[in-house]
Protein backbone atom coordinates (compact mmCIF):
# COMPACT_ATOMS: atom_id res chain seq x y z
CA UNK A 1 0.00 0.00 0.00
CA UNK A 2 1.40 3.31 -1.15
CA UNK A 3 2.00 5.70 1.97
CA UNK A 4 0.15 8.57 0.65
CA UNK A 5 -3.02 6.46 -0.91
CA UNK A 6 -3.18 4.75 2.49
CA UNK A 7 -3.25 8.44 4.59
CA UNK A 8 -5.86 9.84 1.88
CA UNK A 9 -8.00 6.91 2.55
CA UNK A 10 -8.36 7.54 5.78
CA UNK A 11 -8.77 11.06 5.54
CA UNK A 12 -11.84 10.04 3.76
CA UNK A 13 -13.02 7.69 6.56
CA UNK A 14 -12.93 10.22 8.88
CA UNK A 15 -14.77 12.91 6.49
CA UNK A 16 -17.66 10.40 6.02
CA UNK A 17 -17.97 10.11 10.08
CA UNK A 18 -17.95 13.90 10.07
CA UNK A 19 -20.97 13.90 7.45
CA UNK A 20 -22.61 11.22 9.95
CA UNK A 21 -22.15 13.74 12.66
CA UNK A 22 -23.57 16.77 11.06
CA UNK A 23 -26.47 14.97 9.75
CA UNK A 24 -27.23 13.37 13.23
CA UNK A 25 -30.06 15.44 14.89
CA UNK A 26 -29.77 18.18 17.37
CA UNK A 27 -30.86 15.45 19.99
CA UNK A 28 -29.29 12.32 19.01
CA UNK A 29 -26.88 12.58 21.65
CA UNK A 30 -25.91 9.27 22.05
CA UNK A 31 -25.47 8.48 18.54
CA UNK A 32 -23.43 11.87 18.21
CA UNK A 33 -21.56 10.29 21.04
CA UNK A 34 -20.87 7.25 19.26
CA UNK A 35 -19.50 9.02 16.09
CA UNK A 36 -17.37 11.03 17.82
CA UNK A 37 -15.63 7.96 20.06
CA UNK A 38 -15.39 6.56 16.44
CA UNK A 39 -13.86 10.03 15.13
CA UNK A 40 -11.57 10.21 18.47
CA UNK A 41 -10.20 6.55 17.40
CA UNK A 42 -9.77 7.02 13.81
CA UNK A 43 -7.87 10.37 14.39
CA UNK A 44 -5.67 9.13 16.94
CA UNK A 45 -4.34 6.24 15.18
CA UNK A 46 -4.18 8.49 12.08
CA UNK A 47 -2.24 11.20 13.36
CA UNK A 48 0.02 8.18 15.44
CA UNK A 49 1.46 6.79 12.32
CA UNK A 50 2.05 10.43 10.33
CA UNK A 51 3.50 11.60 13.51
CA UNK A 52 6.23 8.50 14.09
CA UNK A 53 6.26 7.35 10.59
CA UNK A 54 5.46 9.62 7.88
CA UNK A 55 6.22 13.18 9.14
CA UNK A 56 9.68 12.27 10.30
CA UNK A 57 10.58 10.44 6.66
CA UNK A 58 9.12 13.43 4.92
CA UNK A 59 11.22 15.79 6.78
CA UNK A 60 14.64 13.60 6.68
CA UNK A 61 14.28 12.69 2.39
CA UNK A 62 12.33 15.66 2.11
CA UNK A 63 14.41 18.79 3.52
CA UNK A 64 12.11 21.05 1.67
CA UNK A 65 9.04 20.20 3.74
CA UNK A 66 10.52 21.28 6.78
CA UNK A 67 8.22 24.28 7.54
CA UNK A 68 4.96 22.08 6.92
CA UNK A 69 5.75 19.56 8.50
CA UNK A 70 6.35 21.48 11.96
CA UNK A 71 2.73 23.43 11.11
CA UNK A 72 0.98 20.34 10.91
CA UNK A 73 2.15 18.87 14.15
CA UNK A 74 0.72 22.51 15.70
CA UNK A 75 -2.42 21.76 14.16
CA UNK A 76 -2.46 17.75 15.23
CA UNK A 77 -1.54 19.78 18.76
CA UNK A 78 -4.50 21.75 18.86
CA UNK A 79 -6.53 18.80 17.56
CA UNK A 80 -5.52 15.84 20.14
CA UNK A 81 -6.26 18.52 22.71
CA UNK A 82 -9.85 18.85 21.41
CA UNK A 83 -10.16 15.41 21.16
CA UNK A 84 -9.19 14.52 24.98
CA UNK A 85 -11.66 17.42 26.26
CA UNK A 86 -14.38 15.99 24.11
CA UNK A 87 -14.13 13.05 25.67
CA UNK A 88 -14.38 14.19 29.15
CA UNK A 89 -17.84 16.28 27.89
CA UNK A 90 -21.17 15.06 28.39
CA UNK A 91 -23.11 14.78 24.79
CA UNK A 92 -25.74 16.97 26.20
CA UNK A 93 -23.79 19.86 27.35
CA UNK A 94 -24.11 22.96 25.07
CA UNK A 95 -20.35 23.03 24.06
CA UNK A 96 -20.40 20.15 22.47
CA UNK A 97 -21.59 20.10 19.38
CA UNK A 98 -19.40 23.30 19.21
CA UNK A 99 -16.24 22.08 19.96
CA UNK A 100 -16.68 19.24 17.59
CA UNK A 101 -17.57 21.91 15.29
CA UNK A 102 -14.84 23.89 15.67
CA UNK A 103 -12.71 20.24 15.48
CA UNK A 104 -14.01 19.16 12.19
CA UNK A 105 -13.10 22.63 10.82
CA UNK A 106 -9.53 22.56 11.89
CA UNK A 107 -9.27 18.99 10.54
CA UNK A 108 -10.77 19.63 7.11
CA UNK A 109 -8.10 22.69 6.81
CA UNK A 110 -5.18 20.44 8.03
CA UNK A 111 -6.25 17.97 5.72
CA UNK A 112 -6.30 20.72 2.92
CA UNK A 113 -3.02 21.46 3.39
CA UNK A 114 -1.62 17.78 3.33
CA UNK A 115 -2.92 16.86 0.29
CA UNK A 116 -2.71 19.62 -1.48
CA UNK A 117 0.03 21.84 -0.31
CA UNK A 118 2.76 19.39 0.85
CA UNK A 119 2.01 15.50 0.44
CA UNK A 120 2.46 16.07 -3.85
CA UNK A 121 6.08 17.68 -2.82
CA UNK A 122 7.12 14.43 -0.74
CA UNK A 123 5.32 12.34 -3.68
CA UNK A 124 7.23 13.26 -6.06
CA UNK A 125 10.83 13.30 -4.30
CA UNK A 126 10.14 10.14 -3.09
CA UNK A 127 10.39 6.87 -5.66
CA UNK A 128 6.97 4.47 -5.44
CA UNK A 129 9.17 1.73 -3.71
CA UNK A 130 9.91 3.92 -0.89
CA UNK A 131 6.36 5.23 -0.39
CA UNK A 132 5.17 1.28 -0.68
CA UNK A 133 7.98 0.67 2.19
CA UNK A 134 6.30 3.10 4.28
CA UNK A 135 2.70 2.32 3.48
CA UNK A 136 3.53 -1.06 4.59
CA UNK A 137 5.59 0.04 8.02
CA UNK A 138 2.21 2.70 8.78
CA UNK A 139 0.21 -0.15 8.18
CA UNK A 140 1.75 -2.59 10.61
CA UNK A 141 2.03 0.72 12.85
CA UNK A 142 -1.82 1.02 13.33
CA UNK A 143 -2.52 -1.24 16.05
CA UNK A 144 -0.04 0.05 18.05
CA UNK A 145 -1.56 3.29 18.21
CA UNK A 146 -2.66 4.81 21.60
CA UNK A 147 -5.72 5.29 22.98
CA UNK A 148 -5.36 8.02 24.36
CA UNK A 149 -5.05 11.39 21.89
CA UNK A 150 -2.65 12.96 24.99
CA UNK A 151 -0.31 10.22 24.63
CA UNK A 152 0.49 11.57 20.89
CA UNK A 153 3.87 13.19 20.36
CA UNK A 154 2.33 16.00 19.72
CA UNK A 155 0.62 16.49 22.84
CA UNK A 156 3.06 17.67 24.75
CA UNK A 157 4.95 19.18 21.71
FE1 LIG B 1 -1.91 15.21 9.78
FE1 LIG C 1 -3.42 13.29 7.60
Excluded at 15 to 25: D, M, P, R, W, Y
Excluded at 51 to 62: G, L, M, N, S
Aim: glycine fraction near 2%; aromatic fraction near 6%.
Amino acid sequence: MDAIVLLKDDHKTVEKLFKQFEKAGEKAHKEKQKIVEQIINELTTHAYIEEEIFYPAARKEVPETKEHVLESVEEHHVVVWMMSELRNLDPKDERYDAKVTVLMENVRHHVEEEEQEWFPQVREAMGRKQLQELGEQMEKAKPQAPSDPLALLSASQ
